[in-house]
Nanobody, 123 residues
Framework: EVQLVESGGGLVQSGGSLRLSCAASGFTFSIYAMSWVRQAPGKGLEWVSS????????YYADSVKGRVTISRDNAKNALYLQLDSLKTEDTAMYYC????????????????RGQGTQVTVSP
């Protein structure tokens, strides 16, 4: 059974930093791309970042580019998201997701996601 458990969220002031972690189990982590997505209150799911299976290629949404760094440790079956220069608009539930994301008829579709970790950025 695929399990993804996120941690590291919290309340931080604008301009602050957080490091999110995702512990993966139940599948061969090292052969899958992984992604982070987020959902702000009252809004739809938004893709944040993805990383290739070997960690050498990374992708970022324009809204976070330059402020976010995705990384992984295949030996630990772990995925990370370093959030810097946080803004109030970054407030959301952050989820890690197995595999790359897809857009089908305009809708964001992800693989299995964890339960999420809440990031709240105060002014």
């Amino acid at each position: 059974e695929v399990q993804l458990v996120e941690s590291g969220g919290g309340l931080v002031q604008s301009g602050g930093s957080l490091r999110l972690s995702c512990a993966a189990s139940g599948f061969t982590f090292s052969i899958y791309a992984m992604s982070w997505v987020r959902q702000a209150p009252g809004k739809g799911l938004e893709w944040v970042s993805s990383i290739s299976s070997n960690g050498r290629t990374t992708y970022y949404a324009d809204s976070v580019k330059g402020r976010v760094t995705i990384s992984r440790d295949n030996a630990k079956n772990a995925l990370y998201l370093q959030l810097d220069s946080l803004k109030t608009e970054d407030t959301a539930m952050y989820y890690c997701a197995k595999d790359a994301v897809r857009f089908i008829q305009g809708a964001l579709v992800t693989g299995t996601r964890g339960q999420g970790t809440q990031v709240t950025v105060s002014p």
